[in-house]
């Protein structure tokens, strides 16, 4: 009963917003509608992106008010091979500790619902460095541009861990579900605000999280947000997220 249940939340996830939809004459990027990217759970690319596109980005998740917490983040180098795919490879962190590798890769469907709707994957696999094991995840996305301010970004998949949320306790499947609204307030500002939960059978994982998401210059953009995470098996907490991304 509960898979089922989570089976028909993700279906409304990428459903609902296809209901309000409206054609938008702007924001566009090869025929298609233009969405932005969350802060913590984000794209390689834009879906539809033009090829040639390279992309460099930090992340950083810092735990604001408690002590047990761990400074999380990523170091990561995008790049559009294709119209529409793109590729990434980057280096997890936990405080001063290298985590291990990411390697994923991105391609885009097409549109759909008049051109108000763009869709697509995203296949992530992580090399852990201590075990040399491989945390794999495959997500179906889906962007809406309901009109030149409002758009939101939903994802719905599945992860396997190769262990469990402790040590000696077996691999977990969860079930991602991520939806994030965004607002353009101006021509260099878009607010948001996202969700990500990552539901298993042992623990469950989800984070709040409002951003705004700032252009800096023509080629750099810096995404803030202040929200509440609650990690597999330990106890909500406030934090900070913050990632600068550079094209080239």
């Known amino acids: 009963m509960a898979r089922a249940a989570w089976r028909y939340a993700g279906a409304a996830l990428i459903a ?3 209901l309000f939809a409206c054609p938008a004459s702007a924001n566009t990027i090869n025929g298609a509608p233009l969405i932005p990217e969350p802060l913590v759970f984000d794209m390689i690319r834009p879906l539809a992106s033009p090829r040639g596109k ?3 980005n930090i992340l950083v998740l810092a735990p604001l008010a408690s002590s ?3 400074i999380d983040g990523a170091a990561e180098v995008k790049f559009s091979f294709a119209d529409g795919w793109g590729a990434e490879f980057d280096v997890p962190f ?3 500790r ?3 590798y990411t390697v994923a890769l991105q391609g885009t469907f097409g549109t759909f619902a008049n051109k108000r709707a763009v869709h697509g994957f995203q296949a992530i696999a992580i090399r852990q460095e201590q ?8 997500l179906y996305i889906v962007g809406v541009r309901y009109s030149r301010k409002w758009s939101s970004l939903s994802m719905v998949g599945v992860n396997r861990s190769p262990t469990g949320p402790v040590p000696g306790v077996p691999r977990d499947y969860k079930l991602l579900l991520n939806n994030t609204i965004f607002n353009d307030v101006g021509p ?8 990500n939960i990552r539901a298993g059978e042992r623990s469950t994982e989800w984070l709040i999280m409002p951003q705004v998401h700032q252009r800096l210059s023509k080629k750099i953009m810096m995404l803030v947000g202040v929200g509440v995470q609650k990690p597999a098996l330990r106890a909500a907490h406030p934090t900070l997220a913050i990632r600068l991304t550079h094209e080239f």
């Not at 075990?131 to 495959?138: C, E, N, P, R, V």
């Not at 260099?188 to 969700?195: M, S």
């Open 16 to 18: 609902a917003p296809l």
């Open 54 to 56: 390279i992309e460099g």
């Open 68 to 70: 047990n917490e761990k």
């Open 94 to 96: 936990e405080d001063e």
């Open 98 to 100: 290298h985590l291990g």
């Open 131 to 138: 075990t040399g094991q491989i945390d794999a995840s495959l």
């Open 188 to 195: 260099n500002t878009i607010v948001g605000i996202e969700t």
